[in-house]
């Protein structure tokens, strides 16, 4: 089956580290999208996309960036992790075309220590 | 930018009593409108959206109303049960954004046996 999957799902690093967050779609969707979710906050964006070598900034976007490579991969990396960084990711995607219905993956539990 | 609000934050009700969480968002080019449900520990499922040109929509227990001109909408869920428990997250995107979501900032239902 089709499916949106994320990996690490949970991940420890230290401040000032590079990590990277990978997201992977097999339904062949144009759009990807990386949202953060905090207490209070709800889903942010941080980064999307609408295809092959095309990136955006969303509203939550310094300190990260991405690169769509190919359709099916969309990495999230933080250039140098912080303490403010600590929160769940969630990666998702939708056909595009207009297509709307978005499909999450499972979330990466990420703490920065 | 687009902008949600939701109302209320948290949410307490008895077995058996409805149900109802609402949305303000500020784009008036917004033209879709999903409910996202998510239960602890798992990733948002879409489960119901209503697009510009309807009023209206319902599936079974839960209903979807939309204002244009005052700009909200409101999710109802009827004859709640206890796996109703969960956040619910409204959003709002237009097809000239590339059908980007921009989330409230989420409901915590609590469905009282």
């Known amino acids: 089956d089709a499916e949106i999957t994320q990996s690490p799902r949970h991940k420890i690093t230290e401040t000032g580290r590079q990590v990277t967050l990978a997201c992977h779609q097999t339904?062949?969707?144009?759009?990807m999208f990386w949202y953060r979710q905090d207490l209070g906050h709800g889903l942010r964006l941080i980064h999307y996309?609408?295809?092959?070598?095309?990136?955006n900034k969303g509203e939550v976007s310094d300190g990260y960036s991405v690169s769509r490579s190919n359709t099916e991969d969309l990495p999230l990396t933080l250039e140098s992790a912080a303490s403010s960084q600590t929160s769940v990711y969630f990666c998702?995607?939708?056909?595009?075309?207009?297509?709307?219905?978005?499909?999450f993956g499972q979330g990466t539990r990420l703490t920065v220590v | 930018g687009e902008n949600v609000e939701q109302h209320p934050s948290t949410l307490s009700v008895q077995e058996g009593d409805s149900a109802v969480i609402k949305c303000t968002y500020s784009?008036?080019?917004?033209?879709?409108f999903p409910w996202y449900k998510q239960e602890l520990g798992k990733r948002p499922q879409l489960i119901i959206d209503?697009?510009?040109?309807?009023g209206e929509k319902k599936d079974q227990r839960i209903a979807v109303t939309l204002n244009k001109t005052a700009k909200h909408f409101s999710l109802h869920i009827t004859e709640t049960q206890p796996e109703d428990s969960a956040v619910y997250f409204c959003?709002?995107?237009?097809?000239?954004?590339?059908?980007?979501?921009?989330f409230g900032g989420g409901t915590r239902v609590l469905v009282k046996p």
């Open positions: 998702a995607s939708s056909l595009g075309q207009g297509s709307t219905e978005a499909f």
């Open positions: 339904w062949n969707h144009n759009n």
């Open positions: 996309s609408y295809g092959v070598q095309d990136t």
């Open positions: 784009d008036s080019a917004s033209n879709y």
């Open positions: 209503i697009r510009s040109n309807v």
């Open positions: 959003a709002a995107s237009k097809k000239a954004a590339g059908n980007k979501l921009t």
